[in-house]
């Protein structure tokens, strides 16, 4: 077994569990040093390129004492995880739906029982991030719940009714589904909180990160590319007539690009991917190592301005273009937003629905033109940094706010204001002002680099904390799954 396999079940465990690795965060809206939140940080490139689908982003399995005469399975404990049992049935339904997404993406099947090993582990490791979040009193309000489920159906091209049929063909019930990407939040906002606290960024590590000699054989410099996105999805059980219906739609907008179209307006009419609304199908300038190795084969060594596609991956049709291609230190040029926003912060006098409701109200007296968006800011937000100046956050480059915060943003156009957003600082309401195409002075160019630094930072952090977790829990192995 190869290290890319084993690189692909550790991606397929981690998608069906619903842990994902951290993504950048942050101490205020913004990440550290480049006064950003979540802080655009990328997607991850397994979302780029095969967006959740309901039969992975479903629950991974019933829990204890649920569902078990439907499977047909023998139940029983496999495993006590702090007086809470892990089940025969639980493994066995992950199980079935690993197997199912390592055979899709082509990979060499691993035996049955190595996987159901590791699915057993992956499920002791949920319990007790769960039961550390429940016990630390983190909650999830029904408001960003929801907030949650809008995302999760627009990631898979569909309006929320039409994802839960299809969670329903699929047999699962939309009480189970909400209750288990309640689950997930909860192990989300758990790792924010304990994670982000190891994580310090020395100017000393800029350093060294900037002047490490490149591996042998290596690029002399890391290579930064912006590419431009346009992904037509294929249904997962797509038939032979769908696939090449979905194909010669990509083929469409593939000729409306090579004829002269404007990408953006392309990417809106035809894209399936978050960006192509949000940003005009720009995945924003990032080292190559951040994007799909599907993307990056398909462009390399091609110039600024050529166009890729339509390439097939297991999520659709892909459309490439070259935006920008950057030599890390060097000089370059990105698309700067200038917003300002309204911050509520939640708590136990304040939930997130409550804090919603009132902003949507701002913003329909806003709107209505009965309120004046910086005069509201002034007075009502709770962001210490920007309420004296009228909510005004100034202009940001991408990838300086926390996600969810930069998703909104990017998908407003100049004088739109956001609904309600949920992020971990709060809940939000934005207004984008203007944009602008700018030069990275070299300070801004060092805080990207704090941010490259920072998520390798993360990524060892998590690990670090999720290894802690689970020496520090009491697990007692019962019966082996079968």
């Given amino acids: 077994m190869n290290h890319r396999d084993h690189r692909a079940f550790a991606l397929v465990l981690a998608s069906l569990a619903g842990l994902t690795a951290p993504g950048a965060t942050a101490q205020g809206l913004r990440l550290p040093a480049t006064p950003q939140g979540q802080g655009l940080t990328l997607p991850a490139p397994a979302a780029t390129i095969a967006p959740a689908t309901p039969a992975t982003m479903a629950a991974s399995a019933p829990q204890a004492g649920r569902d078990s005469s439907a499977t047909g399975w023998a139940d029983f404990i496999v495993a006590v995880v702090n007086s809470e049992p892990v089940t025969n049935n639980e493994v066995r339904s992950r199980l079935v739906r690993a197997e199912a997404q390592i055979a899709r993406q082509g990979a060499s099947m691993p035996s049955r029982e190595w996987l159901a090993h590791e699915v057993l582990e992956r499920l002791i490791l949920e319990r007790v ?242 309120a004046d968006f910086a005069a509201l800011a002034r007075e009502h937000s709770q962001d210490d940094g920007s309420a004296k100046k009228g909510g005004d956050l100034g202009w940001a480059n991408p990838g300086q706010y926390v996600p969810e915060f930069e998703q909104a943003l990017q998908a407003l156009q100049p004088g739109d204001i956001s609904a309600p957003l949920v992020t971990r600082f709060g809940v939000h309401l934005i207004e984008l002002l203007e944009r602008r195409q700018a030069s990275l002075t070299a300070r801004e160019q060092r805080d990207m680099a704090r941010q490259a630094v920072r998520e390798k930072k993360l990524d060892q952090a998590y690990i670090s904390w999720t290894q802690d977790l689970r020496a520090r829990a009491y697990v007692e192995y019962r019966d082996p799954p079968r």
Avoid: C
């Fill in 129 to 370: 991030q769960l039961q550390q979040a429940r016990e630390s009193g983190i909650r999830v309000d029904d408001f960003a719940l929801a907030q949650a489920e809008q995302g999760v159906a627009r990631q898979n091209g569909m309006t929320l009714e039409q994802f839960y049929a299809r969670l329903e063909r699929d047999g699962i019930g939309k009480e189970r589904f909400r209750a288990e990407l309640r689950d997930q939040l909860l192990e989300q906002r758990l790792r924010e909180r304990e994670v982000d606290a190891r994580v310090q960024v020395s100017e000393q590590d800029i350093d060294q990160y900037l002047h490490a000699e490149p591996p042998a054989g290596a690029q002399a410099k890391p290579m930064e590319i912006n590419l431009g996105h346009v992904l037509v999805l294929v249904p997962e059980d797509a038939t032979p007539a769908q696939v090449a219906e979905r194909r010669a739609r990509a083929q469409q907008a593939a000729e409306r690009l090579r004829s002269g179209a404007d990408f953006a307006t392309v990417a809106r009419e035809f894209s399936d991917a978050p960006e192509g609304q949000r940003a005009g199908g720009m995945l924003g300038l990032r080292p190559v190592d951040r994007y799909p190795e599907l993307f990056v084969s398909s462009t390399r060594g091609l110039p600024v301005g050529s166009l890729v596609g339509p390439v097939r991956s297991p999520a659709g049709f892909h459309l490439l273009k070259v935006e920008q291609r950057v030599i890390a230190g060097q000089p370059a040029t990105v698309l700067q937003s200038h917003a300002r926003h309204i911050l509520l912060r939640t708590g136990p006098r304040m939930s997130e629905t409550a804090a919603a409701e009132r902003l949507a109200d701002y913003r329909r007296r806003v709107l209505a033109g009965q």
